[in-house]
């Protein structure tokens, strides 16, 4: 039997991904019961967007129901619509999302249609509830397997990740410069004046390039640390100055990089579902920031910069 998945669309999206997640095998069609606030912050669509992003496309399989959000009479007559036109089908319902009025036309329409469950996910628990059919006492949760990714965090929330492709590779960097960021926030004090040097120096005004770029800068009385850096980073040493072939990434991290290198690292130690450092955002008036750390759950901690 096909099966088509109710969604009360709201601004808290997650519950409806993770539910649309745990049914995709047998999912046909999804239903957006929505109102025109809603689709006015882009939240259907943000929820096809982040399904993509699990290689689940329904972008040709789905249907916008527009409803006046705070009248019963209009919610119930415009599913009842969509009950009708498909009669043949199995309904899940989520009961999570969409106003309080939106959920009771919703419970009203489907609770005498035959084959529907109707189900609700506690926020923000990995979990949903059977609340249709009753079978005397409510059973127990059943568990939501989906943890989202950062990515697909903020794909959520209708923001666009502007560096989708260079977030594995972040990663790796981080990770490979671990032992390096490490030995310079143990060291910062002896090093500050060498790290301020490549500032002053114009190193960060390279940050974007393309090419690699020959850096050499005048620098003599070295202090034991310093030197020690510019060894293990493989740089020339002369006698009044230091010099090296550097890349876009290794002047990223000379010039600010190395410290969110730290912070990734430090915060991948805890038991999380996802970090990413570096990420860039693009808010939905276009407006671009950086997460350099996040973590996804009930709790999060992130640096950010840029506007708002």
């Known amino acids: 039997m096909n099966h088509i998945h109710v969604c009360l669309v709201s601004e808290q999206t997650i519950p409806n991904i993770l539910s649309l997640y745990h049914n995709h095998n047998q999912l046909d069609r999804i239903i957006f019961c929505t109102s025109e606030k809603m689709e006015k912050l ?53 009961l999570t999302g969409g106003t309080k009025i939106m959920v009771l036309g919703a419970y009203n329409v489907f609770k005498s249609i035959e084959n529907t469950q109707m189900i609700y996910t506690p926020i923000p628990k990995n979990e949903f509830i059977e609340v249709f059919p009753r079978k005397g006492d409510c059973g127990p949760p059943i568990p939501l397997n989906l943890r989202l990714s950062v990515d697909a965090y903020v794909t959520a929330y209708g923001i666009r990740t502007g560096n989708r492709d260079k977030i594995e590779q972040l990663k790796s960097n981080a990770i490979r410069n671990k032992e390096t960021s490490e030995w310079m926030i143990n060291n910062y004090v002896a090093i500050e004046d060498l790290l301020s040097s490549f500032i002053k120096e114009g190193l960060n005004e390279r940050r974007g390039d393309k090419k690699n ?96």
């Open 213 to 308: 770029y020959r850096f050499k800068m005048d620098c003599s009385n070295l202090r034991p640390k310093e030197r020690e850096l510019l060894l293990g980073l493989r740089f020339e040493i002369g006698r009044d100055s230091i010099e090296r072939m550097l890349t876009k990434y290794e002047i990223r991290f000379l010039t600010g990089d190395w410290l969110s290198d730290f912070c990734f690292n430090e915060v991948s130690k805890l038991s999380i579902d996802d970090c990413v450092t570096g990420i860039e955002l693009i808010s939905s008036k276009g407006t671009n920031n950086e997460f350099d750390v996040r973590e996804t759950g009930v709790k999060y901690n992130f640096i950010l910069e840029g506007e708002e």
């Open 42 to 94: 882009g939240k259907s669509d943000a929820i096809i967007n982040t399904l993509k992003l699990y290689d689940l496309d329904y972008s040709n399989k789905f249907d916008r129901v527009l409803v006046d959000q705070d009248c019963l009479e209009d919610c119930e007559a415009r599913l009842s619509n969509i009950a009708q036109k498909y009669s043949n089908h199995k309904f899940v319902v989520n």
